[in-house]
């Protein structure tokens, strides 16, 4: 039974899966932008303070550090989604890929290892479980999603933190095309 559980997972995260957040009106309207072929991306450093707002979590205490992106149509063009972005930050780092939502959340209010998957409470509930699966749909809601690029979208993208360099600075890189388009933001959140 557990099994079936977890193999439905990631099928209810596609159902319950957002719009995203309204994008701005261009990628240029964002403290860092770029243009590729078909496709411009605009971004923006969220800061905690908005994060707690937005989710009620302080995210980056968790290890999170989470970016507003814009994709914008400018021709022909591939659909696109947070699985061709990744994240470096600073010089001595890798690369790493966008989180999903549950993942975030679990990081935030992790599984008891005494609480099996089947007694998980109804979501709502004023419980760790409870707490995480509804973290878990307040991301997925406000996550970028999978678009087809003929129009703009929006949304959150959430990275694990791989330095602990909190002057570092971030480079966002979209590598889903035949150019590579690379973000440089500041960790106060200025391109």
């Not at 994240?87 to 790493?96: E, F, N, P, R, Y």
């Not at 989180?99 to 209010?109: F, G, K, L, T």
């Not at 509804?134 to 999978?146: T, Y």
């Not at 929006?154 to 690379?182: C, M, P, V």
């Amino acid at each position: 039974m557990r099994i079936g559980l977890l193999c439905l997972l990631p099928a209810i995260a596609i159902a319950f899966a957002g719009d995203g957040i309204p994008p701005r009106g261009s990628a240029e309207d964002s403290p860092a932008h770029q243009i590729a072929g078909e496709l411009a991306i605009g971004a923006a450093y969220v800061p905690p303070s908005q994060l707690r707002k937005l989710f009620g979590e302080d995210l980056e205490k968790h290890g999170y550090v989470v970016f507003e992106v814009g994709v914008f149509p400018v021709g022909q063009h591939p659909d696109a989604s947070a699985d061709g972005f990744k994240l470096m930050q600073g010089k001595k780092t890798g690369i790493v890929g966008a989180a999903s939502p549950y993942d975030v959340a679990a990081a935030v209010w992790p599984q008891p290892s005494d609480q099996p998957w089947a007694e998980m409470p109804v979501p709502g509930a004023a419980t760790p479980a409870g707490k995480r699966i509804a973290l878990q749909r307040k991301i997925e809601e406000k996550s970028l999603p999978k678009v087809n690029t003929n129009r703009a979208a929006a949304g959150y993208l959430f990275f694990l933190k791989s330095s602990k360099d909190q002057r570092a600075d971030y480079e966002l890189l979209y590598l889903d095309l035949d150019e590579k388009i690379s973000l440089r933001i500041s960790s106060s959140g200025k391109p």
